[in-house]
């Protein structure tokens, strides 16, 4: 193997490319699912939570697939393509336009819908009016919805940060080490929608910092640890950043035009605003050490 592929700090060496390829022999008929949690526990690859990092697992297995390095086993039907496609269509929902003064609708419900029934509505809502639709978040998340008197008005969602992004990292001013160890303690604002028939000034940042008010508990019930600082990318052909900027996120640099998982320097995306919005005063601290729990 030329080059080592590193998932969240996890380098494969030929060793381990041995062990995955007598687990696919040995496992074949149970399936990739089966594989991956059987390799989990051998790695003794964790979430902060103590659950398998069971997604990673799988997403690192179907990457060396595609370099070439091991043959998984077909994948099994497990979902009906055509019934994904319709699990996520829009339930009938008001789309008459909402419009006024923020003062007029307050207080505004926000949920945290993850496990909840609600949590289909907000990935459907995502895939049809996000524009860069639904995708299933890879390792820990959170999701949230709005409502205005029971109306769903907006999504918010939470996720993994992205392995390097040049900027934030100077920001921090952290070592490949200690960001491979600490990179955990940075979530990342994966989708945020304000459904397009609601038209309120200053909505998107009020529910922003709404938002941040109640993530690191919320986080902290769900993976028993607190993020100390968010971040997102921001497309500055289609938008301004204006919703984060009036929520006291920092602008602190451009991505680089690769994607939140590339190792090659070969995937060539939009260039992106980078936001921060530390959740500690003392978050460089805690992001620098060297064996923060």
């Given amino acids: 193997m030329e080059q080592k592929l590193i998932l969240r700090g996890r ?17 074949c008929e149970r399936g990739r699912t089966f594989i991956s949690k059987k ?31 091991i043959t998984l086993p077909p994948k099994k039907i ?21 419009m006024g003064r923020l003062k007029e609708f307050l207080p505004i419900d926000l949920r945290m819908v993850r496990g909840s029934p609600q949590e289909a509505l907000h990935n459907s809502l995502i895939h049809q009016y996000h524009y860069l639709g639904y995708r299933q978040i890879v390792g820990p998340c959170l999701k949230y919805m709005a409502y205005i ?19 934030r990292d ?4 952290w070592s490949a080490s200690t960001r491979s160890k600490n990179l955990y303690l ?19 940042s009020h529910l922003l ?40 996120w920092l602008l602190v640099g451009k ?17 992106k605003e980078v936001f921060l919005y530390p959740l500690k005063k003392e978050f460089r601290e805690i992001l620098n050490h060297e064996s923060y729990r």
Avoid at 53 to 62: G, N, S, T, V
Avoid at 229 to 243: H, K, P, Q, W, Y
Wanted: hydrophobic share 40%.
């Fill in 255 to 271: 991505t680089q035009g690769r994607g939140k998982n590339d190792r090659n320097h070969q995937r060539i995306l939009p260039v």
């Fill in 39 to 69: 390799l989990c526990r051998i790695w003794d690859w964790h979430q902060p939570n103590g659950a398998l990092k069971d997604m990673a697992c799988r997403e690192l297995l179907r990457r060396l697939e595609q370099k070439g390095l």
């Fill in 11 to 27: 380098p494969v060496n030929p060793k381990d490319l041995d062990l995955i390829r007598s687990l696919i022999l040995q496992y």
């Fill in 170 to 173: 100077r920001f921090i001013g």
């Fill in 149 to 167: 008197q029971e109306r769903p008005i907006a999504c918010l969602s939470w996720g993994a940060a992205a392995w390097k992004v040049a900027c």
């Fill in 78 to 98: 497990d979902i009906d393509r055509r019934q994904k496609k319709r699990s996520l269509q829009v339930p009938p929902h008001e789309t008459n336009p909402l």
């Fill in 186 to 204: 940075i979530l990342n604002n994966t989708r945020f929608l304000i459904l397009p028939w609601v038209h309120i000034p200053y909505l998107a």
């Fill in 209 to 248: 910092s709404q938002n941040i008010k109640v993530l690191a508990s919320d986080w902290f019930r769900w993976y028993h640890y607190h993020p100390v600082l968010l971040e997102t990318f921001v497309d500055a052909e289609r938008f301004s950043g204006t919703s984060y900027r009036a929520a006291n």
